[in-house]
Structure formats: structure tokens, C-alpha cells
């Protein structure tokens, strides 16, 4: 027995997957139709050339200019700036149009949680599930989150959980340098107005604030100095809760990091 076909999850799978553009069920063969095509006895390698009433016709469009990543990025600097607050910084990135990975994505992962905390947790680029939601921290990557808070006596509306990119890549990629260019102005902005003594930075969050390409074995459990503007605070590299689920073994070094974490909150 054949069961009805749910259109919008399959819809979903294909935009997960990274699926852009729908073109047939059935391959075409180009070559094939070309060599169909009759030509025209009389003039076999001529195209006839059509009439066209000059005074009818109109200037061509002139197409916007495509910024470079130079202007992407000054712009991205200046918007970011320009945001008073919180709310303000939110509306601007779901506004600002520079960065390709916007089109595909379902929401704008923004933040979560209690703006002014001590503690801001940053989240990497979103998984399939924070697209869905539009939340930081999603799914069993944030219910493994709850549970290493608790492990230290926080709750999740005791923090500030943000992302550091606002946007899913298509397909669950890790993001280009160029999107984690444009993307890196809107972070460190938005830590500033958050204001936190302390900052976890995730998985590839760490790198990408930092400005660095080193991975996260090589930061993870060293304190960093951030000062942004007049704002200072301490980041923290560490895992991201999804690498605990895959690699559970890394979980007694994510472990040492909490720690590390209290002491310094303390």
C-alpha cells in the first residue's frame, strides 16, 4: 500500500541536501535535439535577421554592480556599528543582503536566552534543525548544552546562547572565507552590546571570532583576551556539543573546559 507523499518535508530534504534548482525527471540529450533541427535550404549557415522599429525601443536595463568583498565587508562594519542595541543588530543582519548564504536559508539564527548574562555561548554556523527553528542550540546538540550547564549549576535562561554565523550553509557545508568575512562584523558587534564577562565559544565559533584558521583541538581549553570597542571579556574555545555526540571520547576534555569555565565565573 502506497502512502501519500508529505510534499513539504520532501521539499525540506531536498533544501537540507543542498538542492537549489529542479530540471526534469528524465536526462536531456542536447546534442541529440540540435541534430534534429531541419535547416533551411536556402541559406543553410545564414540566420535571418529580424526587423526591428528602431524608435520603439527602449535603453537596456543597467544591472546593479555586484560588490566587492572589500565593500561587503566595510558595509558590514558601518551597519553593525551603527546598531544601538540589541533589537537593532537583529533587524540589520536579517536585512543585510552581501551574503549568499541568506538566499537558501530558512530563518536568521540570531540569539536565545538573557541578554546582559555573565556568560555568552556562541554557536557555529546553524545545523539543519537551528535552520528550522531559528534558535542557537537547537535539537540533541542543545540538549546535551543543558545538561554540561547544569553539570555546573547554570540554566539555559541564565546565559546569552548567540550565533556567530546568522545563516545555514546549504547542504550543512562549513562556510567559505568570504562568508565568514561579511558575517564576522555582525559577531563581534553583537558581543559588544551583549556585554559578557566570560564568552564559550564552540567548535568553529572560536576560529571565526578570533580570525584565525586554526581548528578547535589546537584553541580549545586556552583563555583568550577579547577587547571589542570598550567592552573586554574572556573567551573560552571549547567543543561543540554536536562533536560530543559523534565523539564521545572528547567529552573529559570538554569536561576540564567546564571547569575551567566555573573557576573563572567564580
Not at 502506497?2 to 536526462?27: K, N
Not at 546565559?159 to 563581534?188: N, Q
Request: hydrophobic letters at 40%; one cysteine or more; proline letters at 8%.
Amino acid at each position: 500500500m502506497q502512502s501519500e507523499i508529505d510534499m513539504a518535508a520532501l521539499l525540506r530534504f531536498y533544501l537540507d541536501a543542498g538542492v537549489t534548482e529542479t530540471i526534469g525527471e528524465e536526462p536531456v540529450n542536447r546534442y541529440q535535439l540540435a541534430a534534429q533541427q531541419p535547416l533551411s535550404s536556402e541559406s543553410p549557415s545564414v540566420c535571418p535577421t529580424p526587423t526591428v522599429k528602431t524608435n520603439h525601443l527602449k535603453p537596456a536595463a543597467q544591472n546593479a554592480p555586484i560588490p566587492t568583498l572589500a565593500e561587503g565587508v566595510r558595509e558590514a562594519q558601518e551597519l553593525a556599528l551603527n546598531c544601538e542595541n540589541l533589537e537593532a543588530l537583529r533587524q540589520t543582519i536579517e536585512n543585510f543582503e552581501h551574503c549568499s548564504l541568506k538566499k537558501l536559508a530558512s530563518h536568521t539564527v540570531f540569539a536565545e536566552g538573557t541578554p546582559g548574562a555573565k556568560l555568552m555561548i556562541i554557536d557555529r554556523q546553524p545545523s539543519s534543525d537551528e535552520d528550522r527553528s531559528g534558535l542557537p542550540f537547537s535539537g540533541s546538540a542543545g540538549q546535551l548544552l543543558d545538561k554540561m550547564l547544569a553539570a555546573i549549576g547554570l540554566e539555559r535562561d541564565e546565559v546569552y546562547l548567540a550565533s556567530a554565523i546568522p545563516w545555514r550553509p546549504p547542504g550543512g557545508r562549513t562556510p567559505t572565507d568570504e562568508e565568514r568575512a561579511l558575517c564576522l562584523p555582525f559577531a563581534l558587534r553583537h558581543i559588544e552590546l551583549a556585554k559578557p564577562t566570560c564568552v564559550l565559544a564552540c567548535g568553529e565559533a572560536a576560529g571565526h571570532l578570533l580570525d584565525r584558521k586554526t581548528g578547535i583541538n589546537k584553541l580549545r581549553g586556552k583563555w583568550n583576551d577579547l577587547q571589542i570597542g570598550e567592552v573586554r571579556a574572556k573567551m573560552l574555545p571549547t567543543f561543540h556539543p554536536a562533536f560530543l555526540i559523534d565523539q564521545p571520547g572528547a567529552k573529559k576534555l570538554a569536561w576540564a573546559d567546564l571547569l575551567s569555565l566555573k573557576a573563572e565565573m567564580e
